[in-house]
């Protein structure tokens, strides 16, 4: 099926969740003009469409092959990436100092959702070399960022992050690889890396490793770690001795190529350090939130994907007559209550799911112009926009595999696919249970509990007259306060279902916006107006209140889920 575009949809964000209008006045982003944002939201979504969509089914057929001479990608994925580059498309977010344009994350999230819902495997080579670029701008040296910075900001060259290693998994402090110094100011990297994605391929002229590694002496844990720049060829076009050993046979994401990287077989593979010698976990830190609401924006994506060919096939496919209708003649799907339920909760839960990252990206813009309030809103709503745009993204995949019926489980109808892709999400970049726990171990107590009391101050006073919302908010705050007070283990068992529930809470005031601007908005069209209000109705009707029940599960505690041997649940 065909990608359409969302523009209305961006163009209605960037309005009333973003608040362009509010960005355009700092001069820090006076070149977004509203010409420039609209063209450059009604080129980046031709673009995807036009390039990267067709691409889709093609990539996951044909996927990713590992070949002794290095990656070999599918036929039409090297004319498409470099069009890329070539339209400036990086470039967006990025700073003018290293060749970016300086306009708003937020403008460039919206560009990223295109290419990744036309095309969620091809697009991961995009999502991560940005957190590379900002990882290096905050931390790396006024030289290495003249060195590196202006092809990774361009894309001729892309980013990695390699943190995984296959004893430690998601412990990081774990790790085993290790950095030497070799007294030119350089390091020697060895050590193995596995799910590092886009770590080899034949896109880009180059690619830039961020490497975490600890160096001799080193503290145990993640207080002995550092970050180093790991070129896949050195300045001189030497090959820098990493090798990719293999790249995973995935459920999905097959034109993403998943790797195991192999650095220092032969004892001369170089590196850089990057900020202070055991000071990785920060610097990689600074990649990481934003790989996180990128992965978020993937739910998005996937769940718009997957929502735009359900309401295609529900309105094409006749079956049966409607149930008490005077006529016995047979009616598309789309006109049987069950099938409208799911259409209007997949549509409900995407546009409640892009808000809430097009907000937090507006948040990033407003932290970057120096508002430490956005700041801290932005570090409370990561695990949130994360975990939550991913869940999203299954749910609303699985629900398009169910609305084809048995048509969805076939794979030429293409449904099956974005639920295969969409299933990654919640697992890398912290699976969305570490996210929980980032949110109730560090994020909730931010600044003693402030951060998060701020939040919800503003959700009451911008919705007080939505009772349902209002119960949950005042839900949240309870369940909120009870797990501060807690222990480890009942604060931890309690997590999933409170960020759901703040999550909701969050993107229910976000619809309450949009149902309002939707009331007045003059110029766009009708249905899109409609269709706008609906959706925001059945969210806070429906899922606001699925969300309060989930108080129960927030307080339950961890003594339930100790009450048995870890052996009788082989029972």
Known sequence: MTFIPVVSEQRFLMRHIVGIEELQAKDRFAAATPDVVDAILEGAGAFAAGEFAPLNRPGDVTGAKWT?????????????????????WGTL????????????????????EDLGTANMGFSLIMMLTPGAVEALTSHGSPEQQATWLPRLVTGEWNGTMNLTEPQAGSDVGALRSMATPAGDGSWRIKGTKIFITFGDHDLTDNIVHLVLAR????????????????????????????????????????????????????????????????????????????????????????????TQQAVAYARERIQSARAGAASRDSVAIIEHPDV???????????MAARALIYYAAGQVDRAHAGDAAAQARVDLLTPLA????????????????????????????????????????????????IQAADLVGRKLSMENGAVFSALLAD???????????????????????????????????????????????????????????????????????????????????RIVPEAAGLAAAATAGAEGLYGISAEAFSA
């Not at 977010?93 to 990223?112: K, M, N, R, W």
């Not at 900020?275 to 976990?281: F, H, I, K, R, S």
């Not at 699985?398 to 030429?412: A, D, K, N, T």
């Not at 909701?504 to 269709?531: C, H, I, K, N, P």
Request: charge should be negative; charged fraction near 20%.
């Open 340 to 350: 409208r339920r799911m259409l209007l909760r997949m549509k409900a839960q995407t």
């Open 68 to 88: 002794p001479e290095g990656v070999k990608m599918p036929a039409g994925f090297h004319e498409a990436y470099r069009a890329y580059v070539e339209g400036g």
């Open 386 to 433: 994360k975990a939550y745009g991913t869940d999203v993204g299954c749910e609303v995949s699985s629900l398009g595999v169910q609305v084809h019926g048995g048509m969805g489980f076939i794979e030429e109808t293409g449904a099956a696919q974005h639920y295969r892709d969409a299933r990654i999400a919640p697992i890398y970049e912290g699976t969305n249970g």
């Open 459 to 541: 959700i009451r006073a911008e919705a007080a007259d939505e009772g349902a919302l209002m119960a949950l908010v005042d839900a949240c705050e309870l369940v909120g306060a009870r797990l501060l007070a807690a222990g480890a283990d009942d604060r931890l068992a309690g997590s999933y279902p409170f960020l759901t529930m703040l999550s909701v809470a969050v993107s229910g005031w976000l619809m309450v916006r949009q149902e309002r601007a939707a009331r007045t908005e003059q110029g766009m069209d009708a249905d899109f107006l409609a269709l706008k209000q609906a959706a925001a109705r059945f969210y806070l009707d």
């Open 215 to 306: 160096t001799p002496g080193a503290p145990a844990g993640t207080r002995g770690i550092s970050l180093f720049l790991v070129p896949k060829f050195r300045l001189d076009d030497t090959p820098n001795d990493v090798r990719c050993v293999s790249i995973e046979h995935k459920m999905g994401i097959h034109a993403s190529p998943t790797c195991v990287l192999s650095f220092g077989d032969g004892d001369d593979c170089h590196g850089w350090l990057i900020g202070p010698e055991n000071g990785g976990m920060r610097a990689m830190f600074t990649m990481m939130n934003n790989a996180r609401l990128n992965v978020g924006l993937q739910g998005v994506s996937i769940a718009e994907r997957a």
């Open 93 to 112: 977010a990025a700073d003018p100092e290293h060749g970016g344009q300086g306009l708003p994350f937020a403008l460039a999230t919206a560009v990223l």
